[in-house]
């Protein structure tokens, strides 16, 4: 029998662990990540009734949800989302 060809073996098949595979993956990571805050944040923020929400009004924060995407999904986390029953609120004055 003759010798068998490699023809098939190019350098994208040898080097899976290379940077560029592993800067992809890392990428899909982030991304789907972001998307899954986002998610979070635009389903919970529609079954946030308006008088519970902590700043703006339903409309503002639909606003900034879709143009801010990412960024407006966290915003909505840390500043809009109304506290969970049982938590303290911190209060601006002395005990």
Known sequence: MGQVSLAWVTPAHTDL?????????????VLVVC?????????DFGETDERDMR????????VILIFGCV???IAWLVG????PPGVRRRSSGHR
Do not use: C
């Open 17 to 29: 662990m290379t940077g560029s595979f592993v800067t992809a993956w890392l990428f899909a990571l």
């Open 35 to 43: 998307l899954g805050i986002w998610a979070y944040s635009v389903v």
């Open 55 to 62: 700043t703006f009004t339903k409309e503002v924060w639909g």
């Open 71 to 73: 960024f407006g999904g």
């Open 80 to 83: 809009g989302r109304p506290h």
